[in-house]
Structure formats: C-alpha cells, structure tokens
T-cell receptor, first 114, second 113 residues
Framework: DAGITQSPRYKITETGRQVTLMCHQT?????MFWYRQDLGHGLRLIYY???????DKGEVPDGYVVSRSKTENFPLTLESATRSQTSVYFC?????????????FGDGTRLSIL | AQTVTQSQPEMSVQEAETVTLSCTYD???????LFWYKQPPSRQMILVIR??????QNATENRFSVNFQKAAKSFSLKISDSQLGDAAMYFC??????????FGAGTILRVKS
C-alpha cells in the first residue's frame, strides 16, 4: 500500500552517538517534513524539503542534519545525540501546490537518549 | 512568526454529548489554512478537518465542525455526539505559504461512558 513509513519505531541510544531516523514515502510527494513532539510544545518543525536536493531549516534545527538525494526518502540524523533530543519524531509529506494540501504523517519514532 | 495557542490542556465530555476545543492563532497574513489533527494513543496523526481563511462558511465533517472567527483569530472544534473513539490528543495547526505547519500544544480529550 502507498504511504509514509518511518523506521525504527522505537530507538534507545546513548549520548554522543550518531543515530539516523528513516522516512520513506511512496506517493512521490514533493514536500517532506520532520517534526519533534514534546509535552507542552505540540509538534515543532525541525527541517523540511521542497524537493530532492532542497532542504531548509525549521523552528528547531540545531543538532540535526537532513538530506534528500531521492524524492521518496528524507532521513534525519542526530550527529551527536544529547538527552534533550529525547522525543517522538514524526515525518510528514505533502503534494506540491496550494496550502490546502494536507500533510500526511508517518507513525512516529520514539527516541530515547540515555 | 505565527503562533497557535490551545488554552485547554485537558477536556472531558460525556459520551453522546457535545464538546468544543478552543484554538487561537496569531498571524499578519490574510490567506492561510487551519487544521485540526487527532492523535489517538496509537500515535498516528489523523487529519480531522480543515478550513481556508478566505471561506466564510465553517467547515463540517460528519460529527466534527469548526467555528472560524477570522477577525478574532479563533478556530474552535466542535465534536457532536461524542464517542469513546474520539478520546485522543487534538492539535490545532496553522499553515501559510511556506507550506509549513505550526502546531498548538494540544488538548487531551477524555470521553466518559
């Protein structure tokens, strides 16, 4: 089935380690997004991408790196994980075009950094 | 920058009753979209309803409707005939030309049987 898939669903790692969260969508949507969800903050945008090889910072980009070599994939990397990056991470995608295009979300990755 | 405020951290409703979740936002733009997303315990983000700022008519989707007051920058969600399956976290979100969503902090809705 078409959709947006995140992996892993759960991840535990240690401070200072590098970790990559994967996001794959089968709709060929132009836009892809990474959010983090923390209690009291809702979802906050980390990075987004309007097309392959085009990425831009969101509200909370520090400590994260993204790439988009292919339209369907948008991995998020924490180069040196810190405890403050413990969160639930959501990937989303949407069609190019008007603001009425809804964002479709993956099921999230719960990341714990010890 | 746009901000979205959900002033009710938690709400309760009796099954079959009606509940309204509040949302206010701040923007200087004239054209934008507003959304309500539902997040059940499964963690999925499910689109409930959306409203275009230029449309005066309030959006409706089955038991879900909005009260959109553009001048007041208010976008509340009304759930009629509440069901146990409506229990979830509800997020209000704003979207402008940048195609990015700005979310409120969320409201936990509990449904009592």
């Amino acid at each position: 089935d078409a959709g947006i898939t995140q992996s892993p669903r759960y991840k535990i790692t240690e401070t200072g380690r590098q970790v990559t969260l994967m996001c794959h969508q089968t709709w060929s949507h132009s836009y892809m997004f990474w959010y983090r969800q923390d209690l009291g903050h809702g979802l906050r945008l980390i990075y987004y991408s309007a097309a392959a090889d085009i990425t831009d910072k969101g509200e909370v980009p520090d400590g994260y790196v993204v790439s988009r070599s292919k339209t369907e994939n948008f991995p998020l990397t924490l180069e040196s994980a810190t405890r403050s990056q413990t969160s639930v991470y959501f990937c989303a995608s949407s069609e190019i075009g008007g603001q009425d295009q809804p964002q479709h979300f993956g099921d999230g990755t719960r990341l714990s950094i010890l | 920058a746009q901000t979205v405020t959900q002033s009710q951290p938690e709400m309760s409703v009796q099954e079959a009753e009606t509940v309204t979740l509040s949302c206010t936002y701040d923007t200087s733009e004239s054209d934008y979209y507003l959304f309500w997303y539902k997040q059940p315990p499964s963690r999925q983000m499910i689109l409930v309803i959306r409203q275009e700022a230029y449309k005066q008519q309030n959006a409706t989707e089955n038991r879900f409707s909005v009260n959109f007051q553009k001048a007041a920058k208010s976008f509340s969600l009304k759930i009629s005939d509440s069901q146990l399956g409506d229990a979830a976290m509800y997020f209000c979100a704003y979207r402008s030309n940048g195609n990015k969503l700005v979310f409120g902090a969320g409201t936990i809705l509990r449904v009592k049987s």
